[in-house]
């Protein structure tokens, strides 16, 4: 994917991911799976019998989830026994544009950081002035760049 096609995927995102509600999505204390279950008034063995496993299952199943040691095809087969559909997705802590500026600032900083300490030691020390335009240049030039260097380790 080139960089505008990239920008383009990230803004499209962005726009759905929107509509989440952080707070709606949040597991509730006990997983999805038994919140769903009690909500429904089913018991574990009736939530057994549908999925066509043993009581016990259930059990283990519910567990599992708590604490993450589930698979996506067990969940979606209990939501499924319990009429519901599996929504599986990654949701930012902000926005996808904020998290690849606030990455592009990072390494613009430890490149502008290098260069400041070369030019010290060659007693050229920049004023503030010139160190923010640089910093801002730098940041500009690897959002324009290829997007995988973003994420390169330096």
Known sequence: MNTEQTRLARKNLDRRLSKLDREAVAVPP???IRAIRE???????QLAKRMGVSR???NALEKAEKTDATTLKSLRQAAEAMDCTLV???VPNGSLEDIVEKRAQRLADERL???EHT???ENQTPGQADLADERDRLRQDIL???PRKLWDDT
Do not use: H, V
């Open 30 to 32: 006990f997983g999805w």
């Open 39 to 45: 909500a429904l008034g089913m018991s574990p063995a």
């Open 56 to 58: 016990p299952r259930i």
């Open 88 to 90: 599986y997705a990654f």
């Open 113 to 115: 950081l290098r260069l």
């Open 119 to 121: 030019m010290r030691l």
């Open 144 to 146: 324009n760049g290829a």
